[in-house]
């Protein structure tokens, strides 16, 4: 059973600084998922990798695969940033793709 | 842009009663999901479902909880005999054949009293 673990559980930022939230997990893995989830509730998937690094406008997600840990990096932040940022695994072996998660990093971004 | 529909987005019953969640996958997707997230806790995977059957299921999906894909587009959760435990943030999730992105239904909060 892969346990995930991320730090930290919560962080507060001021609008413009860069954020990091890590990941790691105990078993290797096939795959990598950063959501994130709005306080209404509702999860959106942010990236999705198996390997190496990803980025999306302000977003970097990065993966170490031997070290089995990752990061997900927010440049320039903003208060709308401000959510639950979940990290998920999938594990291998199945062809289910079940995801295990994370208990999520609680960012608040502050004017 | 496709997305992953729920309804309804709140549901309160009493304990003891049926409650079905409905789901409305993306149109090509073929593995759908169900996940629960109770009140402060991480998000945990229930079961997954895939040509018209359970592919896989965790320790909470007991005989008290059974999916059904009754038409094309539906995919439902349906809890027998519901307990105060089963309070929680249901999401649905599918994903298309060969890849590995899922995507999330904006869920439904259930609320048993």
């Known amino acids: 059973k892969n346990e995930v673990e991320q730090s930290p559980q919560n962080l507060t930022a001021q609008e413009g600084e860069f954020i990091t939230i890590n990941c790691s997990y105990s078993?290797?893995?096939?795959?990598l998922h950063w959501l994130q989830q709005h306080p209404g509730g509702g999860i959106v998937s942010l990236f999705m990798?198996?390997?190496g690094k990803k980025k999306h406008g302000r977003l970097i997600a990065t993966i170490n695969i031997q070290e089995k840990h990752s990061s997900l990096h927010i440049t320039a932040s903003h208060p709308r940033d401000s959510a639950v940022y979940i990290c998920a695994v999938r594990s291998w072996g199945g062809s289910n793709y079940k995801l295990t998660f994370g208990k999520g990093t609680l960012l608040t971004v502050n004017p | 842009e496709p997305e992953v529909t729920q309804t309804p987005s709140h549901q309160v019953t009493q304990m003891g009663q049926e409650v079905i969640l409905r789901c409305v996958p993306i149109s090509n997707h073929l593995y759908f999901y169900w996940y629960r997230q109770i009140l402060g806790q991480k998000v945990e995977f229930l079961v997954s479902f895939y040509n018209n059957e359970i592919s896989e299921k965790s320790e909470i999906f007991d005989d008290q909880f059974s999916v059904e894909r009754p038409d094309g587009s539906n995919f439902t959760l349906k809890i027998r005999s519901t307990k105060l435990e089963d309070s929680a943030m249901y999401f649905c999730a599918s994903r298309w054949t060969g890849r590995y992105e899922q995507y999330f239904g904006p869920g439904t909060r259930l609320t048993v009293t």
């Open positions: 078993v290797g893995i096939s795959a």
């Open positions: 990798l198996s390997s």
